[in-house]
């Protein structure tokens, strides 16, 4: 059985509220848990005390049991001072698609002919 560490949704429409769960990675993402872990309200500011609370004790030893924490759990985890979280960086994602560097070379060539007879 796969445990994840994830956020389970409550509170209003457009006025989210998260509970911090251990569930079981095949049930519904509200649905059933094994022991809740804290609280997340992303609504309140981000040096708010009261934004994260969790029992990090409990974390741990789940962590430690082989449960797996979400990315946005383990940033959670890592704004308190518990985990690591390696920087992700896809600088492929990054670069201009083909359309964008055709475009861009049209404009140097362009500016390249424009700058050469004002010589």
Request: avoid cysteine; aromatic fraction near 4%; charged fraction near 35%.
């Amino acid at each position: 059985m796969s445990l994840k560490i994830r956020l389970s949704r409550g509170g209003a429409k457009k006025r989210p509220h998260y509970s911090i769960v251990v569930a079981d990675a095949r049930m519904p993402r509200d649905g059933r848990f094994i022991e809740k872990l804290g609280t997340f309200d992303p609504l309140k500011k981000k040096d708010d005390a009261t934004r994260v609370v969790m029992d990090i004790d409990s974390a741990k030893s789940w962590i430690a049991k082989g449960a797996q924490p979400t990315d946005r759990v383990l940033r959670l985890l890592v704004g308190l001072g518990v985990g690591e979280r390696a920087a992700h960086n896809n600088p492929e994602k990054a670069k201009p698609k083909k359309k964008a560097q055709e475009r861009a070379a049209a404009a140097a060539k362009a500016a390249e002919a424009a700058a050469a007879p004002a010589e």
